[in-house]
C-alpha cells in the first residue's frame, strides 16, 4: 500500500501572508489526518516563509500517523529534526532562499557529509529518505550512503506527462527498479497531482509513500480538504 502524506505548507503559506493563526496549521494537519491521510509532512526553510519551526514543535506531539520532516540539512534544522524526532526526515539540496526543491542530490560527490548526516539521524531512532532525480546511478550511490530510502523527484514526470507519459515515466521506472535492487525504501513526490498521480502509481506501484502539498492544497479550494484527501487516497487504489 502505497500511504499519501500531504504537505501542509501551503497552509502555512496563507497564513501568514496576513499574521494572526487563520488557517489554523495544526488544525489542518490534525484535519488530513482525520480525513484519511496516513502521514503529514512538513519543510521548514531557514527564512521561515511559510512552516515555521515553533509549528514543528507544537505539531510532533499531536500527530498520530507518519511525521516527515523534509530540509537540508543545515545546523539549525539538524539540530530541529534531532529534537522533535519524526518518523523519517528526508534531506533535500535546497538553496537557502530557494523558492521550492528543483533538483535531487548528487549522492556520490556529496557522500561524506550525507552518510555523517545520516548517521546522525538513525542513531537518534529516525528513518531517512534522500531526494534524488530519477536517475538510477544516484539511486545506488544512495544505498552507499547509508539511507532507508530514496525519494524520487517527480516534477519532470508531472510536466512531461501531459506530452507523452508513457515516454515521461520511464526513467522513473528505471530509477525505482534500482531502488528496489538495492533493498531501499521508495518515496515520491514534487508536482504529482490528481491528473497524474493514478499513472504514477500504476507503473510503479512498490512506492512506499508519496508527498503531495500544492496540488492537493489547491484541489481543497474547490472541492474540500476530506473529498480531496479521498480523490487522493483513490489514485492510490
Same mark, same amino acid.
Given at each position: 500500500?502505497?500511504?499519501?502524506?500531504?504537505?501542509?505548507?501551503?497552509?502555512?503559506?496563507?497564513?501568514?501572508?496576513?499574521?494572526?493563526?487563520?488557517?489554523?496549521? +495544526?488544525?489542518?494537519?490534525?484535519?488530513?489526518?482525520?480525513?484519511?491521510?496516513?502521514? *503529514?509532512t512538513v519543510h521548514p526553510?531557514?527564512?521561515?516563509?511559510?512552516?515555521?519551526?515553533?509549528?514543528?514543535?507544537?505539531?510532533?506531539?499531536?500527530?498520530?500517523?507518519?511525521?516527515?520532516? /523534509?530540509?537540508?540539512?543545515?545546523?539549525?534544522?539538524?539540530?530541529?529534526?534531532?529534537?522533535?524526532?519524526?518518523?523519517?526526515?528526508?534531506?533535500?539540496?535546497?538553496?537557502?532562499?530557494?523558492? +521550492?526543491?528543483?533538483?535531487?542530490?548528487?549522492?556520490?560527490?556529496?557522500?561524506?557529509?550525507?552518510?555523517?548526516?545520516?548517521?546522525?539521524?538513525? /542513531?537518534?531512532?529516525?528513518?531517512?529518505?534522500?531526494?534524488?532525480?530519477?536517475?538510477?546511478?544516484?539511486?545506488?550511490?544512495?544505498?552507499?550512503?547509508?539511507?532507508?530510502?530514496?525519494?524520487?523527484?517527480?516534477?519532470?514526470?508531472?510536466?512531461?506527462?501531459?506530452?507523452?507519459?508513457? /515516454?515521461? *515515466?520511464?526513467?522513473f521506472i528505471e530509477a525505482?527498479?534500482?531502488?528496489?535492487?538495492?533493498?531501499?525504501?521508495?518515496?515520491?513526490? $514534487?508536482?504529482?497531482?490528481?491528473?497524474?498521480?493514478?499513472?504514477?502509481?500504476?507503473?510503479?506501484?512498490?512506492?512506499?509513500?508519496?508527498?503531495?502539498?500544492?496540488?492537493?492544497?489547491?484541489?481543497?479550494?474547490?472541492?474540500?480538504? $476530506?473529498?480531496? *484527501?479521498?480523490?487522493?487516497?483513490?489514485?492510490?487504489?
Amino acid at each position: 500500500m502505497t500511504k499519501l502524506s500531504v504537505n501542509i505548507n501551503k497552509v502555512a503559506t496563507i497564513r501568514n501572508a496576513r499574521g494572526g493563526n487563520n488557517p489554523d496549521v +495544526t488544525q489542518a494537519a490534525l484535519d488530513c489526518e482525520k480525513f484519511g491521510a496516513q502521514g *503529514i509532512t512538513v519543510h521548514p526553510r531557514p527564512d521561515e516563509r511559510h512552516i515555521r519551526y515553533t509549528d514543528v514543535r507544537e505539531i510532533r506531539p499531536l500527530i498520530t500517523t507518519e511525521f516527515n520532516i /523534509e530540509g537540508n540539512p543545515v545546523d539549525k534544522f539538524t539540530d530541529l529534526v534531532l529534537e522533535v524526532k519524526p518518523t523519517q526526515v528526508t534531506l533535500v539540496p535546497d538553496a537557502v532562499d530557494q523558492l +521550492t526543491s528543483n533538483h535531487g542530490w548528487d549522492t556520490k560527490a556529496n557522500r561524506a557529509f550525507l552518510t555523517d548526516v545520516i548517521g546522525r539521524f538513525k /542513531e537518534a531512532g529516525i528513518r531517512t529518505s534522500i531526494f534524488v532525480d530519477a536517475v538510477p546511478e544516484m539511486v545506488a550511490a544512495a544505498k552507499d550512503c547509508g539511507t532507508d530510502r530514496v525519494e524520487l523527484y517527480t516534477e519532470p514526470y508531472a510536466s512531461g506527462y501531459p506530452l507523452d507519459r508513457e /515516454e515521461t *515515466i520511464k526513467p522513473f521506472i528505471e530509477a525505482a527498479e534500482a531502488a528496489r535492487e538495492a533493498g531501499l525504501g521508495l518515496n515520491a513526490g $514534487h508536482d504529482l497531482s490528481l491528473a497524474n498521480l493514478h499513472y504514477f502509481h500504476q507503473n510503479i506501484p512498490w512506492t512506499d509513500e508519496v508527498s503531495i502539498g500544492h496540488a492537493l492544497i489547491c484541489d481543497a479550494l474547490y472541492m474540500g480538504l $476530506h473529498a480531496t *484527501i479521498q480523490a487522493y487516497l483513490k489514485c492510490l487504489e
